[in-house]
T-cell receptor, first 112, second 116 residues
Framework: SQKIEQNSEALNIQEGKTATLTCNYT??????LQWYRQDPGRGPVFLLLIRENEKEKRKERLKVTFDTTLKQSLFHITASQPADSATYLCALDNQAGTALIFGKGTTLSVSS | SAVISQKPSRDICQRGTSLTIQCQVDSQVTMMFWYRQQPGQSLTLIATANQGSEATYESGFVIDKFPISRPNLTFSTLTVSNMSPEDSSIYLC?????????????FGPGTRLTVL
């Protein structure tokens, strides 16, 4: 079955630095990969989607890479701010393409 | 983007009782999804609800425990039946927007359920 791992449960960085979160997957070749942000007590909010034929995608201070050989996606937040503190989830489409499978998430804390 | 509301936002229930969670979307959508997020865990898909057909349940989830209704394109309910403390979790509904660049999902705020 598909397996998704996010590199660490928690990441602490200083304001202004670049945060890099990792998502690895096994036993599968997804057509696309997504990143979501979840704040405490709220549902996840979609951030970015990257397809298997795309190497990189950017949105403002966010950048996502997708390496289908390594079976890995990197999620970068540049010039991080305390407001970026949240849990970030990666998600893949399942093999049937009918639903999403989520990783456990990485909780990012940006200190000023 | 779709705006999704859920009722109730939270509840505390007794063992053996049932709770029905409502999910309302501000636009018509084909597919609605129900997830469970247990403390410290990621989201686990319970079932997919399409209007006009039976819900499709994921492995480990059964209709008798989690009956779902989908009476129209903007509304769905999930019932957690015969609850036990292990059902304490956040339950989220989501919809998929295929009209945008991909298959991103929009989530409701969740229903926090505590079973005593």
């Amino acid at each position: 079955s598909q397996k998704i791992e996010q590199n660490s449960e928690a990441l602490n960085i200083q304001e202004g630095k670049t945060a890099t979160l990792t998502c690895n997957y096994t036993n599968y070749s997804p057509a696309y990969l997504q990143w979501y942000r979840q704040d405490p007590g709220r549902g996840p909010v979609f951030l970015l989607l990257i397809r298997e034929n795309e190497k990189e995608k950017r949105k403002e201070r966010l950048k996502v890479t997708f390496d289908t050989t390594l079976k890995q996606s990197l999620f970068h937040i540049t010039a991080s701010q305390p407001a970026d503190s949240a849990t970030y989830l990666c998600a893949l489409d399942n093999q049937a393409g009918t639903a999403l499978i989520f990783g456990k998430g990485t909780t990012l804390s940006v200190s000023s | 983007s779709a705006v999704i509301s859920q009722k109730p936002s939270r509840d505390i229930c007794q063992r053996g009782t049932s709770l029905t969670i409502q999910c309302q979307v501000d636009s018509q959508v084909t597919m609605m999804f129900w997830y469970r997020q247990q403390p410290g865990q990621s989201l686990t898909l319970i079932a997919t609800a399409n209007q006009g057909s039976e819900a499709t349940y994921e492995s480990g989830f059964v209709i008798d425990k989690f009956p779902i209704s989908r009476p129209n394109l903007t509304f769905s309910t999930l019932t957690v039946s015969n609850m036990s403390p292990e059902d304490s979790s956040i339950y989220l509904c989501s919809v998929e927007d295929k009209n945008r660049s991909g298959n991103e999902q929009f989530f409701g705020p969740g229903t926090r359920l505590t079973v005593l």
